[in-house]
């Protein structure tokens, strides 16, 4: 089964701790991007990736940084310079370039602050 | 700035009549505009798309609707089915070679009553 999948379902983060989340994609995309999502608002981008190697900062890139290292791989590390951490993250991928492309979502990751 | 609105955070329509959602933008540079639905605790998934050069584009019983004059864009659903209940974002996106960048609006939580 081609699709993203996003690991884990639910993370918890303490004071000053960096924390990983996961996203992996077999539908052989170029393109990778990590969205937040908070209560009432839409989703917003915080960093996308076009080719292995490169990556660009999104809307809200502050106090996140990614690696691009792999085509179905594109971690997203919430540093502690994020202050308000506690979100549902959205990972997603789509073709590279053409005018109708559409982005395909994985099932997101919960980040919770303790 | 909120590029893409969605001005009913909520909407309840009786199961079988047709729900419209509706989203307006800002952007004049927008040239391509997605629907996706969302459950609780999931990743949004793509319902329906239209590129600027058409007013209309229907799929089963989606159809979304662009007046490019207004800057708005709706969706229908006919007939609604308790299934639909989700919360529905538009996105649009200004199709720059390479560059898949979407901008969301906020959400309209749809609820069918049976």
Redesign the interface.
Known sequence: DGG?T?SPKYLFRKEGQNVTLSCEQNLNHD?M?W?RQDP??????IY?S?IVNDFQK?DIAEGYSVSREKKESFPLTVTSAQKNPTA?Y?C?S?K??G??????????T?LLVL | DQQ?K?NS?SLSVQEGRISILNCDYTNSMFD?F?W?KKYP??????LI?I?SIKDKNEDGRFTVFLNKSAKHLSLHIVPSQPGDSAVY?C?ARI?N??N???T????TRLTIIP
């Open positions: 993203i996003q393109a991007y969205y009432g608002q839409g989703l917003r981008l996308y076009q999104g549902f959205l997603a789509s590279w370039g005018d109708q492309e559409t982005q395909y979502f994985g099932p997101g919960r | 893409v969605q955070p391509y997605l996706y605790a999931e990743g949004p998934t793509f798309s590129s974002f996105a199709s070679f390479g898949e960048k979407l969301f609006g906020t959400g």
